[in-house]
Nanobody
Framework: QVQLVESGGGLAQPGGSLRLSCAASGFTLDYYAVGWFRQAPGKEREGISCISSSGSTHYVDSVKGRFTISRDNAKNTVYLRMNSLKPEDTAVYYC???????????????????WGQGTQVAVSS
């Protein structure tokens, strides 16, 4: 059974940190680009970071310098380390996979095939 499962969400204080995991089962992540997305209440889902199969990365400006995406192919898992969290980071976070050229980290959202169920992140004091 093909699955992506996100974990690691929860409640954090402003300035705090969380590490999200995106674990794949039923297929190998090695040849996929992986994107992290988030959706806040009443807002559209937005892509925030992505990583290519070769490890090239991309971040949107709102998370650049605070979030770090990485992959561990041996564990079939992609991570999103989130530091210096802000209340506006509160959202449900999703990971998804896409086929891209090895050095291209991101795809159009419509090209992401497998999606996880999401993990809630809340940043509040």
């Amino acid at each position: 059974q093909v699955q992506l499962v996100e974990s690691g969400g929860g409640l954090a204080q402003p300035g705090g940190s969380l590490r999200l995991s995106c674990a794949a089962s039923g297929f190998t992540l090695d040849y996929y680009a992986v994107g992290w997305f988030r959706q806040a209440p009443g807002k559209e889902r937005e892509g925030i970071s992505c990583i290519s199969s070769s490890g090239s990365t991309h971040y949107v400006d709102s998370v650049k310098g605070r979030f770090t995406i990485s992959r561990d192919n041996a564990k079939n898992t992609v991570y999103l380390r989130m530091n210096s969290l802000k209340p506006e980071d509160t959202a449900v976070y999703y990971c998804a996979t896409a086929h891209t050229p090895p050095d291209l980290p991101c795809a159009e959202i419509r090209d992401y095939g497998y999606w996880g169920q999401g993990t809630q992140v809340a940043v509040s004091s």
